[in-house]
């Protein structure tokens, strides 16, 4: 089985840098995601990492260490849009492309 | 391009009815995937179709299913409701089969009374 963990909830001020984590254990391991869902919409691709180190796009990157199990999402000059829900989803090997889940983390970010 | 599109968005239905919703994905993708998001359990994994072919499933019960047409498109179905079947129901598109890069749809909310 997968199991998956990220905090909960996380606050931050409009402007700062806030780095939620993902930690996972997987049989096997074939990519790891994150997306971006806002309160009543349908989650957005963010970032995918299969190799290990950091992934640059913007003012969110994403880092990834296999042989720990871990993984953060790094949002700089944070907006008040940024205020989402914050999912990460692990691939495993062995033929199923499916991702599993993690509940996600809801991020508030405060002027 | 438009996005990937699902009808109804929002439903309301009796323990013990079926529900058939619909899911059309983005222009020349033919991956469709299919998943439950709750409060409770997060977002959780149903089926995967790919030239009109299941090719993973999720573990919830036989009540779901689902198909996919030649044009890509996809639904699911649902019988004999639950109330724990109260959930938003997410659609999404892929290129090819275990794409990487997942589209979401909006979502369909339905509600089991």
């Known amino acids: 089985g997968q199991n998956i963990d990220q905090p909960t909830e996380m606050t931050a001020t409009e402007g700062a840098i806030v780095q939620i984590n993902c930690t996972y254990q997987t049989s096997g391991f074939n990519g790891l995601f994150w997306y971006q869902q806002h309160a009543g919409e349908a989650p957005t691709f963010l970032s995918y990492n299969v190799l290990d180190g950091l992934e640059e796009k913007g003012r969110f990157s994403s880092f990834l260490s296999r042989s720990k199990g871990y993984s953060y999402l790094l949002l700089k000059e944070l907006q008040m849009k940024d205020s989402a829900s914050y999912l990460c989803?692990?691939?495993?090997?062995?033929?199923?492309?499916?991702?599993?889940f993690g509940r996600g983390t809801s991020l508030i970010v405060h002027p | 391009k438009a996005g990937v599109t699902q009808t109804p968005r929002y439903l309301i239905k009796t323990r013990g009815q079926q529900v058939t919703l619909s899911c059309s994905p983005i222009s020349g993708h033919r991956s469709v995937s299919w998943y439950q998001q709750t409060p409770g359990q997060g977002l959780q994994f149903l089926f995967e179709?790919?030239?009109?072919?299941?090719?993973n499933k999720g573990n919830f019960p036989g009540r779901f299913s689902g198909r996919q047409f030649s044009n890509s498109r996809s639904e699911m179905n649902v019988s004999t409701l639950e109330l724990g079947d109260s959930a938003l129901y997410l659609c999404a598109s892929s290129l090819s089969l275990g794409g990487n890069e997942q589209f979401f749809g909006p979502g369909t909310r339905l509600t089991v009374l």
């Open positions: 179709y790919f030239s009109e072919t299941q090719r």
């Open positions: 989803a692990v691939r495993a090997s062995g033929g199923s492309y499916i991702p599993t």
